[in-house]
């Protein structure tokens, strides 16, 4: 196992910032994979995975290829477990592929972005964590090149073999705020394969869904014959029976008041068109507001919040649709 750092900033201080990276390497050739964390400071969840893979690599070494990890990117936010970078309060991973003469955020974006693509991966996992009343998932961004077929075929081979459920962005939310994460700026400029793994759990490191996370990654470094093969690929228990494909909808679910909240379903729920899923309430217990749900779908999680103010981004949902990749013009 080899210890290193990726620069990124001097501190006022002089104190030298750095993003520290583990490979784990042998002499047999084969694949690349990276796996990486924490590219928001309070989503904690992700670096004891990658701790964890390490720490099970140095018992059982890899049979060919080569792991490269990164346990966390961003430093300063993980510091102080706080989602954005600490020193301009961006959100890094909206900074991608980044801009060496940007601002800080696309500055270290950059130097992240790079040193991976310099090592011409065979895939990309990007850890993170939901809320915690969440299920775990596999999320894929779009695909925007329409001669790209064969990048949608090899995101969704991984997304089956990843063991949990997985969901498309949709297209519009995608092109709104979402192409500038790192897994869009490496499925879509790089053309790296690469997607999110969504875990619960964020502030605190949940055991749970560092097991689930962990048997994820082994799975893909499974197929690929990097490790001991795994018959049959491990799949999550509670693992939701979907049609694919469902596409993400986390922006129709918001109050136009603010009130308590009172949610009325479950991670997991299936529900239909009308259903309840959330009462807002006031200090009387009155209602002032019932959120419903707008279509058939399930509830992918919902926020950590009891207060809501009008607005606030409630509920994640997905739908069943035969068109989720919608290509650019």
Not at 237 to 256: F, H
Not at 270 to 293: P, S
Request: aromatic share 10%; with cysteine; charged share 25%.
């Amino acid at each position: 196992m080899k210890k290193e750092y990726i620069s990124i900033f001097k501190s006022v201080d002089l104190a030298q910032r750095k993003i520290p990276m583990i490979t784990q390497e042998v002499e047999t050739p084969g694949p690349v994979v990276w796996v990486i964390a924490a590219i928001h400071g309070d989503e904690v969840t992700g670096t004891e995975i990658v701790l964890r893979l390490n720490r099970f690599l140095n018992r059982f070494p890899l049979l060919k290829g080569k792991v490269y990890s990164l346990p966390i990117m961003n430093p300063t936010g993980y510091e102080m477990i706080n989602r954005y970078e600490s020193t301009n309060a961006f959100d890094l991973n909206r900074c991608f592929p980044g801009n060496p003469k940007g601002n800080a955020g696309e500055r270290i974006a950059h130097k992240i972005y790079s040193k991976i693509v310099k090592t011409n991966p065979a895939f990309v996992i990007d850890l993170h964590t939901d809320t915690m009343e969440s299920i775990p998932y596999v999320y894929l961004d779009q695909v925007l090149d329409e001669k790209d077929a064969p990048m949608i075929e090899t995101l969704l081979k991984y997304s089956e073999i990843s063991g949990l459920n997985y969901f498309v962005e949709n297209h519009e939310s995608y092109m709104e705020e979402l192409k500038n994460a790192i897994t869009g700026a490496l499925v879509n400029t790089a053309k790296i394969p690469s997607y999110t793994l969504e875990l619960g759990g964020p502030l605190v490191v949940s055991n749970k869904f560092v097991e689930i996370g962990l048997n994820s990654v082994k799975n893909v470094l499974s197929y690929l014959g990097m490790i001991n093969p795994i018959e049959p690929l491990w799949q999550y228990q509670n693992k939701l029976n979907l049609e694919p494909v469902y596409e993400t909808v986390w922006k129709r679910y918001s109050p136009d008041y603010a009130g308590i909240v009172e949610y009325k379903v479950r991670a997991g729920d299936m529900v239909k068109r009308g259903d309840v899923l959330a009462r807002i309430k006031n200090l009387f217990d009155n209602t002032i507001q019932l959120i419903k749900a707008k279509e058939d779908s399930v509830i992918i999680s919902y926020a950590d919040q009891s207060i809501c103010f009008p607005g606030d981004e409630l509920i994640m949902a997905a739908r069943h649709s035969d068109k989720v990749f919608k290509f650019k013009s």
